[in-house]
């Protein structure tokens, strides 16, 4: 009988998907937050159970990771996939508590198209993880998630940069502006940290090539 210490069946890039599944649902949960600016303390709730299913996700891939003498890619990559993709879904719920919490009167603009922007990204992050295992081209989705991240980057500023075109006139218009500063700040880390991801996983795919 022959034996190989190589998995049979790997699961890591099937704990992948299934966690960008998760990320996927959580950030158009999100996106729909946004648009249609109703009943938040639903979709809150939503979402965090979205990312507890993810930390059982991430605890599995953390077990599977130490009980696996081989794995199909470098141990350190596994767990910065595992860990980008653990971090942007807090990221999301992060950003999901603060707009309820804080009860804002309205979704500004640039924040509802970064958000959507974000969903776009985290969606192309799965196609690519899709490829992973296969040693196939994600050039162009890097493309595509690059040119994302940039609009992202333009509507963040046109935020920030709105919030004090008006000098407030009371304390209202005061905590409005400290409430959106803390939202935009949690919507850059989001959108930044998938873009991270992006660049690993190319990194990834071009050393396993």
Request: with cysteine.
């Amino acid at each position: 009988m022959s034996f190989s210490f190589f998995p049979k069946s790997p699961k890591f890039f099937e704990l992948f998907r299934e966690q960008n599944r998760i990320i996927v649902n959580a950030a158009t949960v999100l996106d729909k937050m946004v648009r249609e600016f109703g009943n938040c303390e639903t979709q809150c709730q939503a979402i965090n159970i979205l990312e507890a299913e993810g930390d059982v996700i991430n605890r599995t891939i953390r077990r599977e990771l130490s009980t696996t003498f081989i794995t199909p890619i470098d141990r350190e990559d596994i767990h910065e996939i595992n860990s980008s993709q653990e971090t942007i879904l807090n990221h999301i719920q992060a950003v999901s508590n603060r707009i309820g919490v804080y009860e804002v009167s309205e979704i500004r603009f640039p924040a509802r198209k970064t958000i959507a922007n974000v969903k776009d990204m985290v969606i192309g992050i799965g196609v690519m993880l899709g490829r992973l295992g296969g040693g196939k081209e994600v050039s162009d989705t890097v493309a595509q998630l690059k040119h994302l991240k940039k609009e992202c980057e333009m509507l963040l500023l046109s935020g920030l940069g709105e919030l004090y075109d008006d000098f407030p006139s009371g304390p209202a218009d005061l905590m409005d502006i400290v409430k959106w500063t803390q939202i935009y700040d949690r919507i850059d880390k989001l959108f930044n940290r998938t873009w991270q991801l992006t660049k690993s996983i190319e990194g990834i795919v071009l050393k396993n090539a």
